[in-house]
């Protein structure tokens, strides 16, 4: 008898539990908090090395976007006119989306990337897809000084309002966590993950008031809608909080306050779902690779 058969005649109640690779967390939060920031620090540090300009490409590839797009909206399309700070205010939303699309767009490949890894070495998978979004983090940080800089020469004037930055950041933060660890889970088995992720982020950013103001849109229900996007509170939000006070807040935007509990109810259903389905996934992604 061939050993497969002799394996196949081993009743299975005689082996045991089936063994499980590591789970999301596997159980050491403190490990894979310094395995996350080590892994996107590591990714920082990798991405411009070789090149001659380094860190200033993480500067100049938004300004280049801002340069092309502030051209067209402001001599051919006209889009900004009438609109305080345009210059600033397109772009901010280029930023924010940066960061949206860095680190859900990064996230989607994270841990078929890392394969060597993942099959060889145990370790709290969750910190690959969050590594990712902590790099985009650190992006955002040089991002945020070249919008500082065109605040400060556009004469924008610095408020108390500037402390709802963080607020704004942390839910940007919670809303690509959840997307991140739905994408990295999925990829795995299913690469049809990334073109159809490249085409949500198409749509995102043109239903987002990252090219045009929220006001240019009429009040009512499809402005309603379009808030209804997390990314579009955050660039709305930020727009009011840093750039111009006069401008609507995402609460007004979106038609009351309480109408706000859709965007951050959407925010944490990700949450929950993008940890729900990586941690169910996480056990037997090394075999899936």
């Not at 089936?18 to 789970?23: A, F, L, N, V």
């Amino acid at each position: 008898m061939s050993s497969q058969a002799e394996m196949a005649s081993i009743p299975t109640e005689s082996l045991g539990r089936p063994i499980k690779g590591p789970s999301a967390l596997a159980g050491d939060r403190r490990r894979m908090l310094s395995l996350t920031w080590t892994l996107a620090i590591t990714d920082f540090r990798l991405k411009f090395f070789g090149s001659v300009l380094g860190y200033l490409w993480q500067l100049g590839r938004p300004l280049l976007l801002f340069g092309i797009l502030y051209t067209v909206f402001t001599h051919v399309v006209k889009l900004g006119s009438g609109v305080n700070y345009y210059p600033v205010v397109l772009l901010t939303g280029i930023v924010m989306f940066s960061f949206v699309a860095e680190c859900t767009a990064g996230a989607v490949s994270s841990v078929v990337d890392r394969e060597g890894i993942v099959r060889k070495i145990q370790f709290p998978r969750l910190a690959i897809p969050l590594a990712v979004v902590v790099t985009g983090y650190l992006n955002l940080g040089l991002n945020l000084i070249a919008v500082l800089v065109f605040m400060f020469a556009s004469g924008v004037s610095i408020g108390v309002r500037w402390l709802e930055l963080p607020l704004i950041l942390l839910f940007g933060g919670v809303f690509v966590s959840g997307i991140a660890m739905m994408l990295s889970a999925l990829y795995v088995r299913f690469r049809d993950v990334r073109p159809i992720w490249d085409v949500v982020l198409q749509m995102l950013f043109y239903a987002a008031p990252v090219l045009y103001p929220i006001e240019k849109v009429s009040a009512g229900p499809l402005r309603t809608l379009m808030m209804c996007n997390p990314l579009a509170v955050m660039i709305q939000q930020t727009r009011h909080a840093l750039i111009d006070p006069t401008a609507p807040s995402a609460a007004d935007a979106i038609g009351g306050a309480v109408r706000l509990l859709i965007p951050f109810g959407i925010t944490a259903g990700l949450l929950v779902l993008g940890f729900w389905i990586f941690n169910r996934e996480a056990p037997r992604i090394a075999e899936e690779l």
